[in-house]
């Protein structure tokens, strides 16, 4: 009996024993396309022996220093690195272990911010309904996935929810994708101006929406309109990367592609690329500012935060990234997988919309393509998809949307940057036997 605690107590894993490239193995010798990188994590691959001897060398030179005492050179390498490409005026980085701890410390940010601006009454966060934003109690707050909240209301956080910006489900008939995006940002002044803009501190938001929405990209002109509102009201604009950061998108910081500064900027996952627990907060001169000359004192912080052995795996990947020029392959393997995806599924009568960006990709399943009706989500359409693609050697990250009733299954699709196009065509081809299987099933 495994003594392991399991997030799914009656499911029986294969354990995992070896990594290369895009495959995963098992102690059976099953190998597995990881087509979704875990859960956009391993965007370099398995076994990418840059950063292994990276981890190995710092492991050696030095494994932890506390940083509440010291700072360390890797973590002083990556902050300049991360800085010198981040959008706008991003200026200082604050690492933790993960993706929760990032926007919980952004939250908090946030929090202190107007506490040191002596506006303690912004206490407000707004977010936006199907987004994830991490599974600590404060980042569950935030989030607006009504599946993983329902258990542990009432949650902590003076928090409201705004619909995202959902092109295929909203986009109304003769609005462009401009107009759309327009309407679909001014939510957030409805929302400021009801809960009375004196009381807001931030407003979070993922750039593009990850596991709760399938690849979901904002509609031209969105997050350029977010941020005149945030600037209108002077609220904080915290923007979560961290499933569509570090390249997955096909830029360094997905938000670049949308013309978009944040104060706070949320980044994990792909930035240890696996091989570290890693994730960083960045903020702007101007929010550092106010805790510096205000406090002086960050109200914050963890054991591991800034950790030697963590950055040198983070210092390692982002170079890997940029020295590879793996941002032009992102791109272009993310076309090649969009037009594939189009080709084999564009005409399935249960997919709504495949989308995405760069590698970054995302299928809605619907029950019927015309009125764009989900399936009842008694049938379990993206547990059983996942179950047979695994089945048939390939990983990839289904989830059900249907729990709110607003919107359709889906399979997330996040691939190491390194993928081929032959791995891409096995990856279409165990996603379409799956397909096959769960869909045929369901619609008989
Ligand atoms: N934010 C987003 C957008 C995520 O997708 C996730 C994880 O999936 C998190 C935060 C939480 O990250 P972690 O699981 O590393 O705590």
């Keep these: 009996m495994s003594h392991v605690f399991p997030r799914h107590c009656h499911a029986q894993l294969p354990t995992a024993v ?39 060398a710092q492991l050696d030179k030095l494994a932890f220093a506390h940083t509440g005492f010291l700072t360390s050179e890797p973590a002083e390498a990556l902050a300049d690195l991360l800085i ?32 040191e601006k002596g506006q303690p009454q912004r206490s407000r966060l707004i977010a936006r309904r199907q987004s994830y934003h991490g599974n600590t109690i404060g980042a569950l707050s ?43 940002a001014e939510a957030l002044r409805e929302e400021i101006e009801r809960v009375g803009p004196e009381t807001v501190m931030a407003f979070i ?33 915290i923007l979560d990367e961290v499933m569509c950061g570090m390249g997955r998108t096909g830029s360094l910081f997905a938000c670049e592609q949308d013309g978009v500064n944040p104060d706070i900027l949320c980044i994990a996952k792909g930035l240890g690329a696996g091989y570290q627990p890693i994730g960083a907060m960045l903020c702007s001169a101007a929010v550092y500012d106010a805790i510096a000359q205000g406090s002086g004192f960050f109200q914050h912080g963890h054991t591991y935060i800034g950790h030697p052995v963590a950055t040198a795996a983070g210092l390692a990947v982002v170079s890997a990234i940029l020295d590879r020029d793996l941002l032009s392959r992102i791109r272009q ?39 764009k009706a989900p399936f009842d989500p008694d049938r379990k359409i993206a547990a059983r998809l996942k179950k047979a693609a695994f089945a048939k050697g390939l990983i990839c ?33 165990c996603l379409d036997a799956a397909m096959q299987e769960v869909l045929g099933a369901a619609e008989a």
């Excluded at 996935?145 to 003769?174: A, K, T």
């Excluded at 993922?206 to 350029?224: F, H, R």
């Excluded at 993310?334 to 037009?339: F, H, I």
């Excluded at 594939?340 to 009568?349: D, K, S, T, V, Y």
Aim: proline residues 5%.
């Design 397 to 429: 990250y289904p989830m059900s949307g249907t729990i709110d009733g607003q919107h359709g299954d889906h399979v997330l699709l996040a691939p190491p940057f390194i993928i081929t196009d032959e791995e891409i065509a096995i990856l279409v081809d």
């Design 84 to 115: 010198a490409h981040a959008p706008g005026d991003l200026d200082r980085v604050y690492f933790v272990s993960g993706g929760s701890e990032a926007t919980e410390a952004a939250i908090k940010l946030a929090r202190q911010y107007w506490v």
């Design 205 to 237: 938001a993922e750039p593009v929406v990850g596991a709760t929405a399938g690849a979901l990209a904002p509609a031209p002109g969105y997050y350029q309109r977010i941020r005149e509102i945030c600037d209108e009201y002077g609220i904080l604009l």
């Design 142 to 184: 935030a989030g607006g996935n009504e599946w993983r909240r329902q258990q542990f209301g009432p949650l902590l956080l003076d928090v409201s929810h705004i619909d995202p910006c959902y092109e295929y489900r909203d986009r109304q008939e003769g609005e462009t994708p401009q107009e759309y995006g327009i309407r679909a």
């Design 18 to 56: 070896g990594g290369e490239g895009v495959w995963l193995i098992d102690s059976e010798g099953r190998r597995y396309l990881d087509g979704s990188g875990g859960a956009a994590v391993s965007c370099l691959g398995h076994g990418d022996r840059q950063v292994t001897e990276a981890v190995k």
């Design 333 to 371: 393997k993310g076309e090649v997988l969009q037009t594939a995806l189009e080709a084999r599924f564009g005409q399935h009568p249960n997919v709504g919309d495949i989308r995405g960006r760069g590698l970054f990709r995302g299928i809605e399943i619907v029950a019927d393509r015309d009125s």
